[in-house]
């Protein structure tokens, strides 16, 4: 599968964005999705992923404010990110592993390319 993202931009904090995740290929549905993000000078982190079948985590930082969602029909996977702040600007990385949710890089083996998201005060 192949992964391409979008949906960044600049927002005010307080404000919400929708990432999206589009996958090629016809195992989507076998795919657990995970988003992570990358700010300036920070290691990469997982945000939220969710599995073949639905299951979801989040990172503590966005719970409550982010959810994670997957239309199997459209092969995309969305990231809902309300009251953003600018502790959430960032490159973010959809990614893709076969059936199970995986909260480290690694662990991936597939990933698109990153959307920015600037939040800014």
């Known amino acids: 599968v192949q992964l391409q993202a979008s949906g960044g931009g600049l927002v005010q904090a307080g404000g919400s964005l929708r990432l999206s995740c589009t996958a090629s290929?016809?195992?989507?549905?076998?795919?657990?999705l995970g988003w992570f993000r990358q700010a300036p000078g920070k290691e990469r982190e997982v945000v939220t992923a969710i599995s073949w079948n639905g299951s979801t985590t989040y990172a503590d930082s966005v719970k409550g404010r982010f959810t994670i969602s997957r239309d199997s029909a459209k092969n995309t996977v969305y990231l809902q990110m309300n009251s953003l702040g600018p502790e959430d600007t960032a490159v973010y990385y959809c990614?893709?592993?076969?059936?199970?949710?995986?909260?480290?890089?690694?662990?991936?083996?597939?990933w698109g390319q990153g959307t920015l998201v600037t939040v800014s005060s």
């Open positions: 290929g016809r195992t989507f549905s076998s795919y657990a």
């Open positions: 990614a893709g592993l076969r059936w199970n949710i995986a909260t480290l890089p690694g662990d991936y083996d597939t």
